[in-house]
């Protein structure tokens, strides 16, 4: 199936999408990679708000390229980062703010599907290095927060049209295509140890 | 003694070159495997990537925003004199070409996390010298992407276990990547030496064009090997399932200790970004990689 869906998306269209749907999405999105999950975790654990209400949103694990245009900012290229290396937060951060989709490429793992299932949340994957395609879904930079990051660790504040096609590969009930993947490679394995004769387990 | 501003204009050039337009023998491995795909899923992803790669070049922009960790070749002929200031002029073209193409700043201390913002840093631009026969002074620059540049491996194999210990450990750190480096990949292997050494050839390989084989025939029969049995595996594009994990492997070795067998394994994303020229002792320049 394919979808278009607004930010905020809410949880009702959230739980229709299966692994293997396409979605695009239009709307206010944001980029946080390692230290915006930090910050943002950080804060909260202390009752302080975040720049951005994320209820519905969509988080994109991404770190572009921009450029200064007009007083503003331009993005460049925008492709996503490896999302496992979020798998350190991302459930917790769920919880906390409750996204509708977190994008990135990779998958994640299994505490994030669990934290999935629990809030109504799904993963969806971006071709990894299809930046300048992804870069010409944003329409505007809306802002950046937390600058002093870094330009890739900051959250730019994105306005995106039909940003996609991102692919539902784990949705909200308890369906991970990357763990599908692997079940197939962990079955071939002892195929590809014979191909090279490789004896020991 | 080479003209600092060249060097410097050259590597503003190099990192354009490289962060815009891929080798064209990536290109049309890339555009290969498109052709050997069957599912859906691995097609539009490829399909995406072909997409992607046309767009940076119309645009004129990089065609991953991770325009990784910058790094050098190169490689000094004996006879092209001295490279007072190149490093320097470098460095120069370094932070440039950030500012002008422009480049995601991705150098940060490893401790405090601190971005330096123009790329450079401690031992960053890293610069790796050779020395060869010849008039010219040759430079690759090889941007690195953090995502596949993560997916590293490096084991002391116990010499006992011969050609399948190696096997072994080049494979299972591809399966245990899966998805992560963004298949298809290029791997490189290093073999012998000193642990340090194996990484570098390992690395070093991955300046190897696309379907070229090690020289030595025992070697290229590895490398033929090994990237059959990668692209059994079904990780696939973006490790989202397929028949192309890897576009090649290219293995290198050394003699190393009678005790050791260090095996170093170092991996490549699709976007396998190089772009290489040359300065002569006259002055002049000629690009090598990209067509002009």
């Known amino acids: ?201 | 003694m080479v003209d600092a501003k060249l060097v410097e204009d050259l590597a503003v050039d190099l990192l354009r070159l490289a962060a815009i337009e891929l080798p064209s023998d990536v290109k049309g491995a890339l555009e290969k495997a498109r052709g050997q795909e069957s599912s859906d899923i691995a097609k539009a992803n490829l399909d995406a990537i072909l997409e992607n790669i046309r767009l940076a070049e119309s645009m004129k922009r990089p065609v991953c925003q991770d325009t990784g960790l910058i790094v050098f070749f190169l490689n000094v002929g004996h006879d092209f004199g001295s490279v007072k200031g190149v490093p320097e002029a470098i460095a120069k073209g370094t932070k440039r070409a950030t500012e002008e193409i422009p480049l995601r700043p991705n150098a940060v201390h490893p401790i405090t996390r601190k971005n330096s913002g123009d790329n450079t840093g401690a031992y960053v631009p890293i610069l790796n010298w050779s020395y060869v026969e010849g008039d010219y002074l040759e430079i690759t620059a090889f941007p690195k992407g953090g995502g596949s540049e993560n997916m590293t491996f490096f084991s002391m194999v116990k010499p006992g276990e011969g050609i399948a210990g190696i096997k072994k450990f080049v494979i299972d750190s591809v399966i245990s990547s899966g998805g992560q480096p963004c298949p298809p990949t290029i791997i490189g292997v290093g073999i012998g030496g000193t642990a340090d050494l194996a990484m570098k050839l390992a690395k070093k390989c991955l300046l190897r064009p696309i379907g070229q084989r090690h020289s030595d025939p025992e070697i290229a029969k590895l490398e033929e090997e090994l990237l059959k049995a990668i692209n059994s595996t079904g990780i696939g594009p973006m490790g989202l399932g397929g028949n192309i994990t890897s576009l090649d492997v290219h293995v290198d070795y050394a003699h190393c200790h009678t005790a050791s067998l260090p095996v170093a394994v170092n991996t490549q994303c699709w976007a396998a970004r190089r772009a290489t020229a040359r300065i002569y002792k006259d002055g002049s320049v000629e690009i090598l990689s990209h067509r002009r």
């Not at chain 1, 394919?2 to 269209?13: A, F, G, K, V």
């Not at chain 1, 930090?38 to 209820?55: F, M, N, Q, S, T």
């Not at chain 1, 290095?129 to 890739?152: Q, S």
Request: hydrophobic share 40%; net charge positive.
């Open chain 1, 1 to 201: 199936m394919e979808y278009r869906l607004r930010i905020p998306i809410p949880e009702s269209d959230v739980r229709k999408l299966k692994i293997g749907d396409i979605v695009y999405v239009t709307g206010t999105m944001v980029t946080a990679r390692d230290q915006a999950h930090r910050r943002a975790l950080a804060l909260h654990k202390e009752g302080k708000p975040i720049p951005i209400d994320l209820r519905g949103g969509v988080v994109f694990h991404c770190g572009p390229v921009v450029k200064k245009k007009d007083g503003g900012w331009e993005i460049v290229a925008a492709g996503p980062t490896t999302s496992t290396r979020m798998e350190l937060f991302q459930a917790e951060f769920i919880e906390a703010f409750r996204p509708s989709i977190i994008v990135g490429k990779g998958g994640m793992g299994p505490r994030t599907a669990e934290a999935m299932k629990k809030f109504g949340a799904v993963y969806c994957d971006f071709t990894g290095g299809a930046a300048v395609l992804a870069a010409k879904a944003v329409e505007r930079v809306r802002g950046v927060e937390w600058f002093e990051l870094g330009i890739p660790e900051a959250m730019w504040i994105l306005e995106v049209k039909d940003f996609g096609p991102l692919l539902v590969t784990i949705d909200s009930h308890g369906n991970s295509h990357h763990a599908n993947v692997a079940k197939i490679v962990e079955e071939n394995r002892p195929k590809i140890y014979s191909m090279l004769g490789i004896t020991s387990k």
